[in-house]
């Protein structure tokens, strides 16, 4: 292999890895807007007796995901999120995490 082809190879790795880590903030919008918003409210902006989700750290809100997809109680009403969270793939949790991050509600 070339000096030129090593490099790109290495390159494509870098940028293939730091997607999968980072998670894809437009798929993880498209996926709150299926069925979290509901509960959530727009851009995780919190709804009466549901929480805020928006502005947490991405290893914050996938460890919470990761313990109710696992069915592990994390507060009085974690029964409402063991369905939704059931589904989620990781990809999905690091896509809603990288997304939730950043998420800001305008009110207008
Ligand atoms: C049926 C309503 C409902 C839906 C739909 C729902 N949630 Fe929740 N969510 C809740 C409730 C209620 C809690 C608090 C649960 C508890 O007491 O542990 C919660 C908690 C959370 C938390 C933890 C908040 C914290 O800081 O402790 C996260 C993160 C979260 N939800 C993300 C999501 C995502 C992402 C989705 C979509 C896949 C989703 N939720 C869908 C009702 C819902």
Known sequence: MTILAK???FLSLLMF??????GDKMAGETR???TCINCHGPA???AASYPKIS?????????KLE???????????????FMFAE???DGEI??????LKDAKYNEN
């Not at 502005?55 to 460890?63: A, D, I, L």
């Not at 109680?73 to 029964?79: M, V, W």
């Open 17 to 22: 890895s730091g997607y999968a880590l980072s």
């Open 67 to 81: 313990a109710y997809r696992d069915g592990i109680k994390q507060g009085p009403n974690s029964s409402l999120m």
């Open 87 to 89: 589904a989620l793939t």
């Open 32 to 34: 709150y807007k299926e």
């Open 55 to 63: 502005g947490n750290e991405v290893s914050y809100t996938k460890s």
């Open 7 to 9: 490099a790109l190879c």
């Open 44 to 46: 995780g902006k919190g």
């Open 94 to 99: 690091a896509n809603l995490a990288a997304y």
